[in-house]
T-cell receptor, first 111, second 118 residues
């Protein structure tokens, strides 16, 4: 079973920041948080991952709380092409690092 | 980023036939590959994990004789759906994990294969 919970859906205005929350209260100390997104009828696209420090790349920023029980993915300037299902995944160490997908958040970016 | 391809992107077959789907890592060597399936409006479900040169490990409830997985090289894994039936119609997605620097290596996904069984 997935170790994360996310809101089912969210809306965001084009050009504004999209903040997608994720709860992972049972995360263990050596387990990473990964974010992927899936645009309709395509394979998931890797966005970012982190362990305990905040991370930033050209796509997004990942903010992980100090207790590591939750995180937020930030898309700084959302565009219509960012409309997708966003998956927050805890990579479980004792399961060979495989990725178990939860239900994700359906983000709709509106003009 | 790393590129994973799948072929074919779409296949339609008659009930009772077998269908083979290929998954290739184009610019890196993948010691581990994964196969997922996804039904409409649902999340991805992991079917099996395959390591190059060894037998695949199937998730609970996935029929290994139904879904044959071969990972013969570091860049190619195949999924064969044997004696396909309409309930096997689904979106099949593979992913590959990069050179084994550890279990935290990033997984990259293929574009998926839409299987329709008539």
């Amino acid at each position: 079973d997935a170790k994360t919970t996310q809101p089912t859906s969210m809306d965001c205005a084009e050009g504004r920041a999209a903040n997608l929350p994720c709860n992972h209260s049972t995360i263990s100390g050596n387990e990473y948080v990964y974010w992927y997104r899936q645009i309709h009828s395509q394979g998931p696209q890797y966005i970012i991952h982190g362990l305990k420090n905040n991370e930033t790349n050209e796509m997004a920023s990942l903010i992980i709380t100090e207790d590591r029980k939750s995180s937020t993915l930030i898309l700084p300037h959302a565009t219509l092409r960012d409309t997708a299902v966003y998956y927050c995944i805890v990579r479980v160490y004792n399961q060979g690092g495989k990725l178990i997908f939860g239900q994700g958040t359906e983000l709709s970016v509106k003009p | 980023g790393a590129v994973v391809s799948q072929h074919p992107s779409r296949v339609i077959c008659k009930s009772g036939t077998s269908v083979k789907i290929e998954c290739r890592s184009l610019d890196f060597q993948a010691t581990t590959m994964f196969w997922y399936r996804q039904f409409p409006k649902k999340s991805l479900m992991l079917m099996a994990t395959s390591n190059e040169g060894s037998k695949a490990t199937y998730e609970q409830g996935v029929e290994k004789d139904k879904f044959l997985i071969n990972h013969a090289s570091l860049t190619l894994s195949t999924l064969t759906v044997t004696s396909a039936h309409p309930e096997d119609s689904s979106f099949y997605i593979c992913s590959a994990r990069g050179e084994d620097r550890g279990w935290t290596d990033t997984q990259y996904f293929g574009p998926g294969t839409r299987l329709t069984v008539l």
